[in-house]
């Protein structure tokens, strides 16, 4: 059970680091791109609404995950249910993605999505 609460605490600071790393460089980089195409104001507006929730959802998203595993580290008995749920998501979201796209980025996804997942799975 150990192993997992680390596991799981590794992977929910790495979601959360790359939350920022979402929002702010990646961002950037699409913002730009959207401007130089001159993509509308109110569209790059709407999209970098949606961007930054989406840095929100995956911090969120960590923080559910650290606050879980650092509670089981401590020898609460708490449900893994939710970052279960999480990483199941990553993982379906991911996988969508680089069928959809052809481009591998989305492991970004899968892989942190199945150390959560593989973290939250009960000891036998």
């Known amino acids: 059970m150990k192993w997992r609460a680390v596991l799981g605490l590794i992977v929910g600071a790495f979601l959360i680091v790359n939350s920022f790393g979402h929002t702010i460089l990646g961002?950037?980089?699409?913002?730009?791109?959207?401007?130089r195409g001159g993509a509308p104001s109110n569209l790059i507006d709407g999209i970098h609404i949606g961007w930054q929730f989406g840095g929100v959802g995956m911090f969120t998203f960590g923080l559910i995950a650290v606050v879980i595993?650092?509670?089981?580290?401590r020898g609460a008995l708490v449900s893994t249910l939710p970052t279960m749920l999480i990483g199941v998501v990553y993982v379906a979201f991911g996988?969508?993605?680089?069928?959809?796209?052809?481009n591998p980025f989305f492991l970004i996804l899968v892989l942190p999505g199945s150390l959560l997942a593989l973290a939250s799975t009960r000891a036998r």
Do not use: E, K, N
Not at 95 to 102: F, H, K, R, V
């Open 95 to 102: 996988a969508w993605a680089m069928y959809a796209s052809g």
């Open 69 to 73: 595993f650092l509670q089981r580290l």
């Open 27 to 35: 961002w950037r980089a699409l913002g730009t791109q959207l401007a």
